[in-house]
Structure formats: structure tokens, C-alpha cells
């Protein structure tokens, strides 16, 4: 198939060091050009990709000091894709709702991954508006809060077999990978390793609306000598802090849509102590990939469990579920989906399902490019596991 992705344009896909979107868009590139598709990337001209790149902008806006107006190089990467939109057989959009009027509007076969959180009212009339859209989550949890919304599948990130060192010996530290912000749970991970006394290492990104809270809440907690702070990691320095820990700590205080780095540890072996919420509970496997708990004192106790936890049955539960190939193929059967619905008269949809051997209720995009929604069935869910 000809296939366009288009990325965000504020980190480079893939990112340097944080960036969990740009980071799932360029395993996903990366599979779907290795099973010969013909690829085009949308991204950031300090992007590398075996795919054909067609760089929207010199480089990251994040990274830029030279870009004072994000927005301005987001409108010329809709114009660009709009442009182009008739040599694909179908565009995958990972920018949100940014481009769903123009979407609207193109003929060719598109589907968009939501990557963000859904529970915020303001999203709720935008997503009525544009209820024709065809979309992905990527959990179960995420699409709650917008049930009603076209859902063409659930499809779980996934990581390169290769991407992350198994480690079969646990370490004798903690960490913690992400993001500095409330959400994130920092300040409990800091917790939970004074409460059982073991060292905690942070590889962490600070955003500039983040500084504040680093500041005032976390910075004074730095001082003891078994607290380090690494700022953002990436590439081996990250694979070997994972690696060589004895767990990590992902104590969210959020509805997070999806947690790469709980991937990147069970990838290593290394078990996860991870907060009930989200897709927490969709990706994990208690008792396996690491303990689900409700709060620092569950923490506390699930570590005193963790080494009793088989590492190669860590490895083995992320080799079974989260594996760029298994992400890459429940994305293909979306794409064949859409575009052999568009290539049908709605009068036949039925006989293609039956022909494809695809349930007649396989939600179907929009007729004809011009905004008309079709009838959809029940939304499938194409996530393996």
C-alpha cells in the first residue's frame, strides 16, 4: 500500500531523547517500510526514516530558537499533506483533531490515532462536530470519554525486539523515566524509594510550563544523596539505566492513554510498580510485568514482592504483546479496511465484509469525502492481546 504518516512537528521522529508519539511513528514507519509498503513521512527535516521524507520544517519546534510561532509551520504541514493527499492509498494522521476539516473534505481513505487524553470537556463538542472521523485509540480506557466517537480498532504502541537489552539480574536501584510534571507522579516515586530506603535515579524532561513545579516541589527533594537526577535520557544511556534497575516506578496521578515506558522496562526485564489508572490495567499483567497498586503504601509493599517476580517472564509477557511487528500488522488491517470500504458502493459493503472476511459492522469513514457519515456498527477492537 501507499501510505502517508503524519507526524507532530514538535519533537524529530524519531525524538532525540524524550517523545513518546514521534517515538511510536517512527517504529511504526520503520515496520510498515520492512513489509514493503511505500511509506511517506510527514515530519521534521532533522527527522531520519527509511521511508520518503517530506520535511515540513528544519527540525524540531521544541528543540528550535529560532521558531516563535509553532502554529504557522502546523498549517503548511496540513497544506502539504492536502496537496498530496491523492497518491496514498490511505493517510494515517497522529496530530490530534488539527487536521479533521480538512480531512473532511480530502477523498482519500485516513484514519487518526488519538495519542492524548479524551476526558476534557472542551473535547467533547469537537469530537460531536466531527463524529464521521474514523479513529484509533490507543487503549481501551482512552476512548471512554468519547464512546460515541467512529473507533476503527484498538491498537497497543509497540517497540522493536531488538530496541531494549534484556537484563536477567535485577539492580539495586529504582527508577523512574518520563516527564517532570504533577501528573506524572514524581513526587510519589521519590516516596516510595525513601519509604523501602533504595536509591532512585530520574531520567526526566522539564517543559518550560513544568519549571515551576520542578522548582518549588521537586527540587528541594533532590538533596539526599541517594536521589539522582539524570535530566532526559535517551538511546543506551536509557536501555542500561532501565536495564540495570530492580524496578520501576510508574505512579501516575492520571487517566494516561498509554505508558511507553512501561513497555521499555518489560522489554528489559525489569518489573513495573505502576498506579491503577488509565491503560495501566490494559497493559500490565499483575504478578508478572511487575504489581498494579492504588498509592505509595501498596508500593511499598509490592516491592518487598517484586523479587520473587521471574525477569525472563517480564521479557516473555512484552515479546508476546507489545512488539512493533504485532502494531504494525493491527494498523495494516486497519488501513485494508478503509480503503477497500472506499473502494465499494455503500450498497455493498456487506458482500466486500463477507469477501474480506470481515464483520459487516466493520465501521466504515466517511462516503464520499464530503462529511456525509456512513452507518457504523459497534466499534472492533484490532489490539492483539
Not at 509553532?70 to 483533531?97: C, G, K, M, N, P
Not at 498509554?258 to 498506579?275: D, H, R, W
Not at 520473587?308 to 512484552?318: I, K, P, T
Request: hydrophobic letters at 40%; proline letters at 8%.
Amino acid at each position: 500500500m501507499k501510505i502517508a504518516q503524519v507526524a507532530p512537528l514538535f519533537e524529530s521522529v524519531p525524538p532525540r531523547n524524550y517523545g513518546g508519539t514521534e517515538r511510536v511513528v517512527h517504529y511504526l514507519t520503520e515496520e510498515l517500510v520492512r513489509l514493503g509498503h511505500e511509506v511517506t513521512l510527514f515530519a521534521t527535516g532533522d527527522s531520519v526514516t527509511s521511508a520518503r521524507l517530506v520535511p515540513v520544517c528544519p527540525r524540531a519546534l521544541r528543540t528550535d530558537p529560532g521558531c516563535v510561532d509553532q502554529l504557522a509551520h502546523q498549517v503548511r504541514l496540513l497544506e502539504e499533506v492536502t496537496r498530496r493527499a491523492s497518491q496514498f492509498d490511505v493517510i494515517h494522521f497522529h496530530i490530534d483533531y488539527l487536521h479533521f476539516p480538512v480531512s473532511r473534505r480530502i477523498r482519500t481513505p485516513h484514519v487518526s490515532t488519538l495519542h492524548g487524553r479524551l476526558d476534557i470537556p472542551d473535547l467533547q463538542p469537537l469530537y460531536r462536530e466531527f463524529a464521521e472521523v474514523p479513529l484509533i485509540s490507543i487503549s481501551d480506557a482512552q476512548r471512554a470519554p468519547l464512546a460515541f466517537a467512529n473507533w476503527q480498532a484498538t491498537v497497543y504502541h509497540g517497540l522493536p525486539h531488538e530496541l531494549h537489552t534484556f537484563q536477567p539480574e535485577p539492580g539495586r536501584y529504582l527508577v523512574f523515566v518520563g516527564r517532570v510534571s504533577p501528573e506524572k507522579g514524581l513526587s510519589d516515586a521519590i516516596a516510595i524509594s525513601r519509604r523501602v530506603g533504595m536509591p532512585l535515579r530520574i531520567a526526566a524532561k522539564i517543559d518550560r510550563f513544568d519549571q515551576e513545579y520542578f522548582d518549588t516541589v521537586i527540587r528541594p527533594q533532590l538533596a539526599r544523596p541517594d536521589i539522582e537526577f539524570m535530566g532526559e535520557a535517551g538511546g543506551e544511556a536509557k536501555d542500561a539505566l532501565i536495564g540495570g534497575a530492580y524496578a520501576c516506578l510508574f505512579p501516575i496521578g492520571w487517566p494516561e492513554p498509554f505508558g511507553l515506558v512501561m513497555l521499555e522496562s518489560m522489554a528489559c526485564g525489569t518489573p513495573v510498580i505502576a498506579y491503577r489508572r488509565g491503560s495501566v490495567p490494559e497493559v500490565m499483567r499483575d504478578g508478572v510485568s511487575g504489581f498494579v497498586v492504588d498509592g505509595v503504601d501498596e508500593a511499598v509493599a509490592a516491592l518487598d514482592r517484586v523479587g520473587g517476580l521471574s525477569r525472563r517472564a517480564c521479557r516473555d509477557y512484552f515479546e508476546e504483546r507489545f512488539t512493533a511487528p504485532r502494531m504494525a500488522a493491527d494498523y495494516a488491517r486497519a488501513y485494508e479496511r478503509l480503503a477497500a470500504a472506499r473502494r465499494w458502493p455503500p450498497g455493498e459493503v456487506d458482500g466486500m465484509a463477507r469477501r474480506l472476511e470481515l464483520p459487516s459492522t466493520t465501521p466504515l469513514p466517511a462516503g464520499d469525502g464530503g462529511g456525509q457519515p456512513v452507518a457504523k456498527g459497534g466499534p472492533t477492537n484490532g489490539a492483539a492481546g
